[in-house]
């Protein structure tokens, strides 16, 4: 099998494949969302602490296991016990929920990229009502952007128990996205490794222009100052702690087979532990950064809100009560609201319902995570840019090679183990295995195009792979330390790599980093227990947000 296996050109593609697969989507839409959750700055102190006890030796193990036992996830764990093998099939099943409903979004991706290209942009503006008298309804009671998101694209219905037909404008982009994936896996290393140099680089020049627009943003500095500044108290909540090691988990990957699969390519004598820290520390400093340009424009946005909201309420004021134009500013607002309210009881309590409560810090309290940051917040923004089709082609680009590179590693943990059957890769050759996987994914897929495909991919997200990802993973550093032997283990890597194993290695494999995975175990099934009926989001289109 050694002398049969592909391999990667060299140790750089290697790298890149997994910086590809690690740095996802979640570096951009879940971890700046922690930080506004949990404290600011003060979230990266268990970020790092995370990253160090549980992060970094993990992902390391991982790597390890695949570059030493040169197998998929199923053959892998076969070797160390032949009673282990179930540990394999449940990665390979995870990474098929994984990618049943994760291209959904590179097909949610591609529709508003293909949308990017309007002038103006379609959910700019809310469009207009059948008798072309105003405004939809709908759209006026939400947002222009919502109302793209919610009815144009998801055309989302009322509840899950009304599922609709299946939308055949997603679902082309779904189809469309699933080819791209096949294309890029069709030979496997030969083509990922190839694939991976775009899909892990073009991202960070993405991220680098996004930064230097967002700096010039007007307001973009209220965002960052409400980022870097630290609220200490929150080192004292068990949830900033518990979010930071999820965070570091599910970021890296672990569990799903991906990394064992890319590093079975490996030549043996690879330096997996330097690689290990080097994408370790690339996906940490990803997200910080990716951080600091989604702030810039949150700031950007808020400002914009806010200071949109201030002139909505002095021109009100001003024509209700004939006031000198320019008279109002944002230092006297509140003080005449006060006097205008005594002086005129009457006449201010007629127009007091439409007068709104503006706030900057109110704004940039308003934290979203998902889809919802990623197709309503930033495109907020984006349409209230100069040249706002330019920036938005990039957003959406950013997006399909952060979800396209992800993708290569879930099918990857999948076609593996497929490709290392004998029974199998001697009756089908690659490509036509590699063909199938993807063609039954879409067609699963098809499910998350109907009108309540939201919900299900809701569902999905929440409950498909956490509790099961954090079992595989305790199972995975169990094994390796007490069913194949820590020193045995330890024999075979200074074999390998010709560096003996740190002490720091063996500490977290052996003891630390299995507590904190019992820990979080413990803690999300109380979790699921306390919450009693699992409940999801629904859009009501007649209020002005989801119930």
């Not at 093998?85 to 097909?107: D, E, Q, R």
């Not at 591609?110 to 105003?134: A, E």
């Not at 496997?188 to 899909?199: A, I, L, M, R």
């Not at 500490?507 to 306390?530: E, R, T």
């Amino acid at each position: 099998m050694e002398k049969t296996r592909p391999l990667w050109s060299n140790p750089l593609q290697f790298v890149f494949a997994c910086i590809s697969y690690a740095v996802g989507l979640g570096n951009v839409w879940r971890f700046p969302y922690l930080c506004q959750m949990y404290g600011g700055g003060s979230f990266l102190v268990p970020y790092i602490i995370m990253l160090i006890v549980e992060g970094m030796p993990l992902l390391y193990l991982e790597l390890a296991v695949g570059q030493r036992m040169r197998q998929g996830s199923i053959g892998a764990w076969r070797t160390i016990s032949p009673y282990l093998s179930g540990v394999g099939i449940a990665s390979v099943v995870v990474s098929f929920f994984l990618s049943m409903y994760y291209n959904v979004i590179n097909a949610w991706a591609f529709w508003y990229l293909f949308h990017s290209f309007q002038d103006p942009l379609p959910w700019s503006v809310c469009p207009l009502n059948g008798n072309h008298t105003g405004y939809d309804e709908e759209c006026e009671k939400a947002s222009s952007t919502q109302y793209f998101w919610y009815r144009k694209t998801l055309n989302i219905s009322p509840s899950l128990q009304e599922n609709g037909g299946v939308q055949w404008e997603p679902a082309l982009c779904l189809l469309l996205a699933w080819l791209v994936v096949y294309l890029c896996i069709l030979r496997g290393t030969e083509s990922t490794g190839k694939v991976v140099y775009f899909t892990a680089s073009l991202p960070y020049c993405v991220l680098i222009i996004y930064l230097i627009r967002g700096l010039t943003l007007h307001g973009a500095t209220n965002g960052l100052m409400y980022m870097f500044t630290p609220k200490m108290e929150q080192l004292a909540n068990p949830k900033a702690w518990v979010n930071a090691a999820t965070q570091i988990f599910f970021s890296l990957g672990l569990g799903f087979g991906s990394l064992i699969a890319f590093a079975s390519y490996n030549e043996p004598s690879n330096n997996c532990q330097k690689h290990a820290i080097i994408v370790s520390l690339i996906n940490s400093f990803t997200s910080i950064f990716a951080s600091i340009v989604t702030f810039s424009i949150y700031g950007f946005k808020a400002t914009f809100n806010y200071e949109n909201c201030l002139k909505k309420v002095s021109l009100l004021l001003t024509n209700t009560f004939d006031l000198e134009d320019g008279f109002l500013t944002a230092s006297n607002l509140e003080q005449v609201k006060g006097y205008l309210a005594s002086a005129y009881p009457s006449k201010y309590s007629e127009v007091f319902p439409h007068i709104k409560n503006c706030s900057l810090e109110s704004e940039l309290d308003t934290a979203v995570q998902g889809t919802g940051l990623a197709f309503i917040v930033y495109t907020e923004a984006i349409k209230n840019m100069e040249v706002s089709q330019l920036w938005s082609v990039l957003y959406f680009f950013m997006l399909l090679m952060l979800g396209i590179g992800s993708m290569l590693g879930n099918t990857a943990a999948i076609l593996t183990p497929l490709t290392d059957s004998k029974i199998i890769s001697s009756h089908l050759p690659k490509e036509a295995i590699s063909g199938l996987v993807c063609l039954v994914n879409c067609a699963i897929g098809m499910v998350f195009t109907m009108e309540a495909g939201n919900y299900w991919f809701d569902i999905f997200n929440d409950y498909a792979a956490t509790l099961s990802l954090l079992l595989i993973v305790l199972v995975e550093t169990i094994a390796v330390c007490y069913v194949y032997g820590l020193r045995r283990f330890e024999s075979d890597l200074k074999a390998m790599t010709g560096r003996a194993v740190s002490w720091y290695w063996k500490v977290m494999w052996a003891g630390v980093s299995p507590l904190l995975i019992v820990s979080l175990f413990v803690f999300y099934l109380s979790d699921y227990i306390l919450t009693g009926t699992l409940k999801y989001q629904a859009w009501d289109a007649s209020q002005d947000d989801r119930l």
